[in-house]
């Protein structure tokens, strides 16, 4: 029987339960006063999708640091996006802690993105497993295949807008991988790379359905309006450029096997009444106890 193997973007989580409970003011605190809204909304979007999709094996993907060789290519890469909130900050290395408590094994590195990661362990174990990816990043659909969903987040715990290789085929009419080449024309504002300017998703996603990839189109440029062909020309460079930075990594050193990332099992020991309404997990740390 093959392998399910779900891949959760963790930082993407932590952030998008940070957000949907802070805008309330509903941080969570402990008894220290250390805000844990965004590390008990990750957890418990874990433990649903574990829950929904039966996986036999679990990574967790981390971003580590706002600097990637990314930044190194171009300064502008993601400096537009602001700092995290103050009540964020101790959350980053707790939801990891919590990650590893509840059984779950967490994979990040310095210089990378969990996004990247993310691709090299698609790359690694396809042969292997059916691989799901939650996230909200769409940036992640160049990485489909036939043995690879993307689960984006939609609403709640429950529901996620799934793509397979086959929808996005369908609806795009291009083949997942060159999905980075066309962010490189329509750029990403969030980001902080501008593409060629003027070109619009509807275009770019033309251009490659078209010609079929980058140097397609540019070597047809003479093909093309003249209008369109200036913005290319004019733009070259930083075409060229904007493909790199959103063109997933997928050959990083993984250094694990799949064996070590089996789903944990929790036994009905772990599991305490709190009220009506069913049950939570309970995790008992040294300094603090987590429910979930």
């Avoid at 941080?27 to 829950?51: E, K, M, Y």
């Avoid at 300064?75 to 101790?90: F, I, Q, T, V």
Wanted: with cysteine.
């Amino acid at each position: 029987m093959k392998k399910q193997l779900l891949i959760i973007d963790g930082m993407a989580l932590l952030f998008r339960s940070f957000f949907a409970s802070a805008a309330m003011n509903q941080f969570i605190r402990l008894a220290d006063g250390t805000p844990t809204n965004g590390v008990q909304g990750f957890a418990r979007h874990v433990l649903t999708a574990q829950n929904i999709y039966k996986p036999t094996h679990i990574a967790v993907c981390w971003d580590m640091g706002a600097h990637t060789f990314r930044n190194d290519l171009y300064d502008g890469y993601k400096a537009n996006r602001p700092a995290p909130p103050e009540e964020m900050l101790p959350q980053f290395d707790l939801a990891k802690e919590v990650s590893e408590l509840l059984g779950w094994k967490n994979f990040g590195t310095v210089g990378m993105e969990a996004d990247d990661l993310i691709g090299s362990m698609v790359e690694k174990w396809k042969d292997e497993a059916d691989i799901t990816i939650i996230s909200g990043d769409r940036d992640l659909l160049q990485l489909l295949n036939h043995s690879t969903t993307i689960a984006f987040t939609k609403k709640g715990y429950t529901e996620y807008d799934v793509y397979t290789y086959d929808r996005f085929k369908e609806e795009y009419a291009i083949e997942p991988a060159s999905f980075a080449e066309v962010k490189a024309f329509m750029g990403d504002s969030s980001d902080g790379y501008p593409g060629v300017k003027g070109i619009g998703p509807k275009t770019a996603l033309q251009l490659i359905q078209n010609y079929g990839s980058i140097e397609g189109v540019l070597n047809n440029i003479d093909s093309l309006k003249p209008a369109q062909r200036k913005k290319i020309e004019e733009d070259a460079d930083m075409l060229k450029l904007s493909h790199k930075l959103a063109t997933i990594e997928t050959n990083h050193p993984i250094e694990a096997e799949l064996e070590h990332l089996a789903a944990p099992v929790y036994s009905f020991e772990s599991l305490l009444p709190v009220d009506e309404k069913g049950y939570r997990l309970i995790v008992k740390h040294a300094k603090s106890v987590y429910q979930f």
